[in-house]
């Protein structure tokens, strides 16, 4: 059974608009969460993570994710995107405890920004 | 701090040829990761070490995947003999005390012809 659930595999917005990309995760407690960013030829580059605390997490670019315990879900949002956000982004998370650093991924959402 | 390192960016090999991939994690981080990308498959761990020693190669695909950490500082994974299939983007990452969150190189794009 998939971990990490990213149900959008591509999705196309305009510059300026506003963007959430959507993250599921299926475990029974709340794990760390993250999300990355792949631009083309990259490697993976960590926009911003949750532990706990506030519910609401900034990250670099001016990404910020929100976490719902409720709906198990870590969805990541921008107010205005730029032509220069266009890259893959990743969802995963670390299970806590005896799994150390393990991430698990999504397979990804491929951003699309129109100018 | 210089990163995660991986070496080579790019190789191109035939099928039945050794390949070798590099990999310096950051200085004083004690968990080094591989992952392999795919297009069918995404991202999926292979093997990671701890202070040098192999903790979990359940994600190794077969016994002609390898993979040595010899020294805090270095790693390799080695396929032996190589298959298309194995064409892929191979990341290196590491982290400390096996903390989150983890460090990735730029990963090594593997084409087996």
């Known amino acids: 059974a998939q971990s990490v659930t990213q149900p959008d595999i591509h999705i196309t917005v305009s510059e300026g608009a506003s963007l959430e990309l959507r993250c599921n995760y299926s475990y029974g407690a709340t794990p760390y969460l993250f999300w990355y960013v792949q631009s083309p030829g990259q490697g993976l580059q960590l926009l911003l993570k949750?532990?706990?605390?506030?519910?609401l997490v900034q990250g670099i670019k001016g990404f910020e994710a929100e976490f719902k315990r409720s709906q198990s879900s870590f969805n990541l949002r921008k107010p205005s995107v730029h032509w220069s956000d266009a890259a893959e982004y990743f969802c995963a998370v670390d299970k806590r405890g005896s799994t150390l650093g393990r991430l698990y991924f999504g397979r990804g959402t491929q951003l699309t920004v129109w100018p | 701090d210089a990163g995660v390192i991986q070496s080579p960016r790019h190789e191109v090999t035939e099928m039945g040829q050794e390949v070798t991939l590099r990999c310096k994690p950051i200085s004083g981080h004690d968990y080094l990761f591989w992952y392999r990308q795919t297009m069918m498959r995404g991202l999926e761990l292979l093997i990671y070490?701890?202070?040098?020693?192999?903790?979990?190669d359940s994600g190794m695909p077969e016994d002609r995947f390898s993979a040595k950490m010899p020294n805090a500082s270095f790693s390799t994974l080695k396929i032996q003999p190589s298959e298309p299939r194995d064409s892929a983007v191979y990341f290196c990452?590491?982290?400390?005390?096996?903390?989150?969150?983890?460090?990735f190189g730029n990963g090594t794009r593997l084409t087996v012809t």
């Open positions: 949750y532990f706990s605390g506030d519910t």
């Open positions: 070490f701890n202070n040098n020693v192999p903790i979990d």
């Open positions: 990452a590491s982290s400390l005390q096996g903390n989150p969150p983890l460090h």
